[in-house]
């Protein structure tokens, strides 16, 4: 289990700040949904995830018994709350999830575009586990509307955010609270 160190950039103001970040086993679930277009980039992607400790569940590594239910198989990540689900953002993607899916993939990527949109307005559109990551042939209009309002990620740019968003930790920290203030109120 690797327990990556973050540091702020250090510059003239800020002082640099390392620490470790240790995420609890049942916090490391990821479900990856993608289309077929980025299928070769998404080996990469996937080997970074493991090495940073996160256990993924991703279609392309497709076996026969999960192919008689995979419909159940998505549904297990998919109602599961505590698992994180990265949204792969590509040509194909929007393509997929607003055509009719003329492939057995498309239609498994609609499908789960479906469940995890209908997830999104039940939350009142406020994004708990959803994390839109861009891949290198797409750009931010191939993003579904409804996630457009949501931190989007760039694969590899932003790899350092991407880590920070699956250890569910901010980049900055934020100061502790001086002591209560007194104000002084003189009568003119």
Not at 95 to 105: C, L, M, N, P, S
Not at 108 to 116: F, G, L, M, P
Not at 149 to 166: A, E, H, V
């Amino acid at each position: 289990m690797m327990q990556p160190s973050f540091q702020a950039r250090p510059g003239p103001i800020t002082r640099e700040i390392k620490r470790t970040i240790s995420l609890p086993e049942e916090c490391r679930n990821i479900f990856i949904t993608y289309s077929e277009d980025t299928a070769g980039e998404i080996i990469a992607f996937s080997k970074f995830l493991t090495d940073q400790g996160f256990d993924l569940a991703i279609d392309i590594f497709d076996n026969p018994i999960r192919r008689l239910a995979v419909t159940k198989w998505m549904d297990r990540y998919l109602n599961d709350k505590s698992v994180l689900i990265i949204v792969v953002i590509s040509p194909k993607y929007k393509e997929d999830v607003e055509g009719d899916g003329d492939d057995e993939h498309g239609l498994h990527t609609k499908y789960i575009h479906n469940q995890i949109q209908n997830e999104f307005i039940q939350q009142g559109c406020l994004n708990f586990r959803l994390v839109p990551v861009l891949f290198p042939n797409a750009t931010k209009r191939y993003v579904p509307n409804w996630l457009q309002n949501t931190r989007i990620y760039r694969w590899p740019q932003d790899t350092q955010d991407l880590l920070l968003r699956l250890f569910r930790e901010e980049r900055y920290i934020i100061p502790q609270r001086g002591g209560d203030l007194t104000l002084t109120v003189r009568p003119l």
